[in-house]
């Protein structure tokens, strides 16, 4: 079973980005030079030797977890992204 790495895990989070029609990354510079987050994005977060998949859930950079899982090894991650995207695709068909 080949590993999996940040870099797949990176590439699965902007599938679901692209699939669900949200934004492509966490936060945009506006005119003034100052970050706003940018509302309904999917990105990782990696902390305690893990990773977890959250979604941008205000303007102001508050999130939530979609997946309730807390930050888990990267290949239980990568396998429960999958479900999600077969699950969001299954819907839209």
């Known amino acids: 079973m080949p590993r999996i790495t940040v870099n797949d895990l990176?590439?699965?989070?902007?599938?679901?980005?692209?699939?669900?029609?949200?934004?492509?990354?966490?936060?945009?510079?506006?005119?003034?030079?100052?970050?706003?987050?940018?509302?309904g994005n999917y990105h990782l977060s990696q902390a305690y030797g893990g990773y977890?998949?959250?979604?941008?859930?205000?303007?102001?950079?508050?999130?939530?977890?979609?997946?309730?899982?807390?930050?888990i090894p990267a290949r239980d991650l990568y396998e429960r992204m999958h479900a999600f995207l077969r699950g969001w695709e299954a819907r839209s068909a």
């Open 10 to 39: 990176r590439a699965t989070v902007n599938r679901i980005n692209r699939v669900t029609g949200s934004p492509e990354e966490p936060y945009t510079k506006d005119a003034d030079g100052r970050f706003r987050a940018n509302v």
């Open 52 to 71: 977890s998949m959250h979604r941008m859930a205000t303007d102001g950079g508050g999130v939530s977890e979609p997946l309730s899982t807390g930050h």
